[in-house]
């Protein structure tokens, strides 16, 4: 998962204030939108898992009409390469 430089502060700063780790307030703030949590349905019950459904299948049909050759190799760090 990317995140914009200011998404990653706030995060770091409201895992120290709830005394938890980035990773578990990231599930659990994807939990209160996407998830029926204690009788509460979050943005599920607002069309969320609709909308999301709708975008992880044009995400398939796209990733079905792409194809890189059979010798790409993808290197995660030529990602970071302009901001080195």
């Given at each position: 998962m990317y995140i914009?430089?200011?998404h990653e502060r706030a995060l770091k700063a409201r895992a120290r204030e709830?005394?938890?780790s980035?990773?578990?307030l990231v599930r659990?703030?994807?939990?209160?939108?996407?998830?029926e949590v204690?009788?509460?349905r979050g943005l599920a019950g607002a069309g969320a898992v609709e909308a999301l459904e709708s975008f992880?299948?044009?995400?398939?049909?796209?990733?079905?009409?792409?194809?890189?050759?059979?010798e790409y190799k993808f290197y995660?760090?030529?990602l970071y390469e302009d901001r080195v």
């Open positions: 914009s430089e200011e709830f005394g938890v980035e990773a578990e659990r703030m994807l939990d209160g939108l996407l998830l204690e009788g509460e992880l299948a044009e995400a398939d049909r796209l990733a079905e009409s792409h194809r890189f050759p059979e995660r760090d030529e």
